[in-house]
T-cell receptor, first 113, second 110 residues
Framework: KAGVTQTPRYLIKTRGQQVTLSCSPI?????VSWYQQTPGQGLQFLFE???????NKGNFPGRFSGRQFSNSRSEMNVSTLELGDSALYLC????????????FGPGTRLTVL | GQQVMQIPQYQHVQEGEDFTTYCNSS?????IQWYKQRPGGHPVFLIQ?????EVKKQKRLTFQFGEAKKNSSLHITATQTTDVGTYFC??????????FGKGTRLSVIA
């Protein structure tokens, strides 16, 4: 069974631009969560989706948004990029909402110049 | 918001020595999960503990959940170079999302 896939794997943008990251969960998994990982702040929760509904949102500004599609694939969007948005963005899937254990994708490394 | 403290932040051990990381919460937890992230990799789910006082083993790894469900530990016996990485605990309380600790970075000197 294929794991969680994320595209693109690497991205370089400039301040003020926007970016869309994509996540395809493991087949049969209906819950997707997004995290931002930086050396200083560690793993910080962004969003949690289940059945196309946002179940939880982390403490991030409104520039960060996301959605989940009927096939469980998810996207997150960051508008008006800032230098501090440079991070590894990780997507994790699980079979059900709040299931035991999450399976992470390889992440998208975003660099904002 | 819910916080979880993980100590130590870093640990350097000689190969063959034991290693322990601790995760502490000021509030009672529904459950606790442990993940491992290798350098340059992504977090990998190791285990979930749910019951008070629970102890689970995976080969050289022993996981414990405190009696009060406020703390947990991960112990590795006789570390190997393949154990290198950052170990995270992650907790839920009620309907909150999964919150990760800052992690313990383990270095193993051969």
């Amino acid at each position: 069974k294929a794991g969680v896939t994320q595209t693109p794997r690497y991205l370089i943008k400039t301040r003020g631009q926007q970016v869309t990251l994509s996540c395809s969960p493991i087949s049969g998994h209906r819950s997707v969560s997004w995290y931002q990982q930086t050396p200083g702040q560690g793993l910080q929760f962004l969003f949690e989706y289940f059945s196309e509904t946002q179940r939880n949102k982390g403490n991030f500004p409104g520039r960060f948004s996301g959605r989940q599609f009927s096939n469980s694939r998810s996207e997150m969007n960051v508008s008006t990029l800032e230098l501090g948005d440079s991070a590894l963005y990780l997507c994790a899937s699980s079979r059900e909402y709040r299931a035991k254990g999450q399976f992470f994708g390889p992440g998208t490394r975003l660099t904002v110049l | 918001g819910q916080q979880v403290m993980q100590i130590p932040q870093y640990q350097h051990v000689q190969e063959g020595e034991d290693f322990t990381t601790y995760c502490n919460s000021s509030t009672t937890l529904s459950n606790i999960q442990w993940y491992k992230q290798r350098p340059g990799g992504h977090p990998v789910f190791l285990i979930q503990l749910v019951k008070s006082g629970e102890v689970k083993k995976q080969k050289r790894l022993t996981f414990q959940f405190g009696e009060a469900k406020k703390n947990s530990s991960l112990h590795i016996t006789a570390t190997q170079t393949t154990d290198v990485g950052t170990y995270f605990c992650a907790v839920r309380r009620g309907n909150t999302p999964l919150v990760f600790g800052k992690g313990t970075r383990l270095s193993v000197i051969a």
